[in-house]
Structure formats: structure tokens, C-alpha cells
């Protein structure tokens, strides 16, 4: 599985209303629990972006880089040309308004063996072979099964 933006985002963030659900999420990860979940190196550009948005300094910015690069079971996935072709072609035939969201949906076609994207953004939805799972059920699943 792969985890995108908004989890982690919602992990480096002081307030976030997914704040609980990622700090649940990435101690399951950082235990283990779903062995190892990867992740587009896209991510770091995006909260680079949504930090700059939020008024963040340089300095915190890249604690949260850090933070999130620090992570234990997590692997970044490089891009590559296949990637970046996928990723605007998605971005045509679904008509995606996000890059960074195209470039994750190509990841998890061509990288990710199970095709499974951790997000609560439901463009994922409306593209054929990617699942998407609400990181709320997965804590709450993972929780119960526990």
C-alpha cells in the first residue's frame, strides 16, 4: 500500500482534523503492522507547497520533511519518465486538476503491487485499479483486528 499526502501532512501538522487518525496510522506503520507502505517522493514537494501556503518557515518546513522522511517501514519512490507520462495521461483521461494527485495514482499503477492508495480523497476513486482506503477505516480495521 501507499500512503499519500494528507495523512502525512495531518502527522506534521501542530492542528490538523486527521491529526488523531495519523498519529494512529503512523505508529501501525512504524510498528510494523502493515509491513512496509510505500510512498511517492512527490509528497515531499506537495508539503513543501501546503507549508509555504500555510505561512510556514523554511526552518519548520524541513522539520516536517524530517519528520516524515524519519518514518520506519516507509519507502519513497522515485519517479521516473514512465511515471511523469502516466501521470499527465491520467491527468487527461480522468481529468485530474492535481498534479500531485496524478502523480500518485501512477504511482500506485506502476510502482505499488497492490495498487492501494491510503487517502481520504475520493479522486482516487474514478480511476480503474487503484484502491483507496480511508486512513479512518484502516486505523479503525487495523485497530480491531489488533
Given at each position: 500500500?501507499?500512503?499519500?499526502t494528507?495523512t502525512?501532512?495531518?502527522?506534521?501538522?501542530p492542528?490538523?482534523w486527521?491529526?488523531?487518525v495519523?498519529?494512529k496510522?503512523?505508529?501501525?506503520?512504524?510498528?510494523?503492522?502493515?509491513?512496509?507502505?510505500?510512498?511517492?517522493?512527490?509528497?515531499?514537494h506537495?508539503l513543501?507547497y501546503v507549508?509555504?501556503?500555510?505561512g510556514?518557515?523554511?526552518?519548520?518546513?524541513?522539520?516536517?520533511?524530517?519528520?516524515v522522511t524519519?518514518?520506519?517501514?516507509?519507502v519513497f519512490?522515485e519517479t521516473?519518465?514512465t511515471?511523469?507520462?502516466?501521470?499527465?495521461?491520467?491527468m487527461?483521461?480522468?481529468?485530474l486538476?492535481?498534479?500531485?494527485?496524478?502523480?500518485?495514482?501512477?504511482?500506485?499503477l506502476?510502482?505499488?503491487p497492490?495498487?492501494?492508495?491510503?487517502?481520504?480523497?475520493?479522486v482516487?476513486?474514478?480511476?480503474?485499479g487503484?484502491?483507496?482506503?480511508d486512513?479512518?477505516?484502516?486505523?479503525e480495521?487495523?485497530?480491531?483486528t489488533?
Open positions: 500500500m501507499m500512503i499519500e494528507d502525512l501532512y495531518a502527522y506534521v501538522k492542528k490538523d486527521l491529526k488523531p495519523a498519529i496510522l503512523i505508529q501501525k506503520i512504524e510498528d510494523g503492522s502493515f509491513g512496509i507502505v510505500y510512498v511517492p517522493r512527490e509528497v515531499l506537495e513543501y507549508s509555504v501556503e500555510e510556514v518557515s523554511i526552518d519548520e518546513f524541513i522539520a516536517r520533511a524530517a519528520a524519519a518514518i520506519k517501514n516507509l519512490v521516473d519518465y511515471i511523469d507520462l502516466l501521470a499527465f495521461t491520467l487527461r483521461q480522468y481529468n486538476n492535481s498534479i500531485f494527485d496524478a502523480y500518485y495514482a501512477a504511482t500506485a506502476n510502482k505499488v497492490d495498487h492501494t492508495v491510503v487517502s481520504t480523497d475520493t482516487f476513486d474514478k480511476i480503474p487503484i484502491k483507496r482506503i486512513p479512518r477505516k484502516l486505523v480495521t487495523n485497530l480491531q489488533k
